[in-house]
C-alpha cells in the first residue's frame, strides 16, 4: 500500500514538473499550424506584405528571443483577410542563418484566421546577427516570400 502510494505521488510530481518545464519553453509548432502569441519585447518581426497572387492573405516573419538561454526562433505568420470565408491552401518554410528550417503542412485558412508556423529553437551566438524569413505556398501554386527579418547581435 505504501509503495503504491509513492509511486503515484513521485508520477504526480514529475508530470507537474514536466508540465512546468514545457509551458517555460518556446513554442514549437512545426509541422502543425498554432495560433500566434505574441513573446512581447523579445521579439522582432518584419514588415506585413500580401501574397502577389491574394490581396487578402497577409504574412510576415519574426524572431523570437529568450534572453535567459540565449535562444532564437523563427516564426511565419499568415492571415486570410478576406470578408468572407475563403480556403486557400497554404505552406511555409521558416528559414535562418543556420541554414535549418522549418516546414508546416499544408492547411485551409479561413476567413479572420490567423496562425503561425513557429521553428525550432537555436542557440544565438554572441556577435552574431540572426536573420529569417518565409517562403509561402498558396492554392499548392503560388509561391512568395516574405521580408527578411534580422534580429540584432547577442
Same mark, same amino acid.
Given at each position: 500500500?505504501?509503495?503504491?502510494?509513492?509511486?503515484?505521488?513521485?508520477?504526480?510530481?514529475?508530470?507537474?514538473?514536466?508540465?512546468?518545464?514545457?509551458?517555460?519553453? +518556446?513554442?514549437?509548432?512545426? +509541422?502543425?499550424?498554432?495560433?500566434?502569441?505574441?513573446?512581447?519585447?523579445?521579439?522582432?518581426?518584419?514588415?506585413?506584405?500580401?501574397?502577389?497572387?491574394?490581396?487578402?492573405?497577409?504574412?510576415?516573419?519574426?524572431?523570437? @528571443?529568450?534572453?535567459?538561454?540565449?535562444?532564437?526562433?523563427?516564426?511565419?505568420?499568415?492571415?486570410?483577410?478576406? +470578408?468572407?470565408?475563403?480556403?486557400?491552401?497554404?505552406?511555409?518554410?521558416?528559414?535562418?542563418?543556420?541554414?535549418?528550417?522549418?516546414?508546416?503542412?499544408?492547411?485551409?485558412?479561413?476567413?479572420?484566421?490567423?496562425?503561425?508556423?513557429?521553428?525550432?529553437? @537555436? +542557440?544565438?551566438?554572441?556577435?552574431?546577427?540572426?536573420?529569417?524569413?518565409?517562403?509561402?505556398?498558396?492554392?499548392?501554386?503560388?509561391?512568395?516570400?516574405?521580408?527578411?527579418?534580422?534580429?540584432?547581435?547577442?
Amino acid at each position: 500500500m505504501f509503495r503504491s502510494t509513492w509511486v503515484k505521488t513521485a508520477a504526480a510530481g514529475a508530470m507537474a514538473v514536466g508540465a512546468l518545464s514545457l509551458g517555460m519553453s +518556446p513554442a514549437v509548432a512545426a +509541422p502543425y499550424w498554432q495560433p500566434f502569441v505574441s513573446n512581447g519585447p523579445n521579439q522582432t518581426c518584419g514588415q506585413t506584405t500580401t501574397h502577389y497572387a491574394s490581396n487578402n492573405v497577409a504574412m510576415q516573419t519574426c524572431i523570437f @528571443r529568450n534572453p535567459a538561454n540565449n535562444t532564437y526562433q523563427a516564426v511565419a505568420v499568415v492571415v486570410n483577410n478576406a +470578408p468572407a470565408t475563403v480556403a486557400v491552401d497554404l505552406a511555409a518554410h521558416v528559414i535562418h542563418t543556420h541554414g535549418t528550417n522549418a516546414s508546416c503542412h499544408k492547411t485551409r485558412f479561413l476567413s479572420g484566421q490567423r496562425l503561425a508556423c513557429y521553428g525550432p529553437t @537555436r +542557440p544565438l551566438a554572441a556577435g552574431e546577427a540572426n536573420e529569417a524569413w518565409s517562403e509561402i505556398t498558396l492554392n499548392n501554386t503560388y509561391k512568395d516570400t516574405t521580408r527578411a527579418v534580422v534580429y540584432g547581435r547577442g
